[in-house]
């Protein structure tokens, strides 16, 4: 599938001033490629077909429990040209933030690839309640179907 690069309207900082990003909770995390090229895969008939990067990206993410012990990887999904996924902090105290924990996956898949893939920043929110939970898991686990639709790989669900 070709790159579609679409006009993206300018977002607002989604971030909650003197809110601690790794403090214990529920967070949902988007991240987008370089021009939103298509490195990691493409979608046929609402099924992803990895690249090998996208494989990579998939096989990093799954460490994350294990390099952070306090961390959940509840659910994700690699896209061609983004990822989305749930992470969940568990300690009251000991915590690495949101931000470091996607500073060392989109570090650690650019190494492999030999170049930078990502843009430099990432979406994220904080999940409050249960009903958003269910909806952003929602949203995830249906991206691939949506792909068609999906005109500005809308990362805000609610």
């Known amino acids: 599938m070709e ?7 300018d977002r607002q900082p989604n971030r909650i001033e003197n809110k ?4 214990n909770g529920a967070y949902f995390l988007t991240v987008c490629t370089k021009e939103r090229h298509c490195f990691f895969g493409k979608i046929q ?3 992803m077909t990895p690249t090998e990067f996208g ?3 998939a096989e990093e993410l799954s460490k994350l429990e294990s390099i952070y012990p306090s961390v959940i990887l509840d659910s994700f ?8 996924l749930i992470v969940m902090l568990l300690s009251e105290r000991h915590n690495p933030s949101v931000r470091r924990i996607m500073q060392q996956w989109k570090g650690v898949v650019s190494k492999k690839a030999g170049f930078p893939l990502w843009q430099d ?5 904080v999940i409050y309640n249960a009903a958003a939970y269910r ?3 929602q949203y995830i686990e249906a991206n691939p179907a949506r792909w068609k639709e999906d005109c ?3 990362i805000d669900p609610l």
């Open 3 to 9: 790159n579609r690069l679409k006009e993206v309207p």
């Open 20 to 23: 601690n990003y790794s403090f």
């Open 45 to 47: 008939d609402g099924v």
């Open 55 to 57: 494989a990579f990206a």
């Open 77 to 84: 999904v690699v896209m061609p040209n983004h990822v989305h």
């Open 121 to 125: 920043r990432f979406h994220d929110r």
């Open 135 to 137: 909806k952003i898991r």
């Open 152 to 154: 500005f790989f809308e």
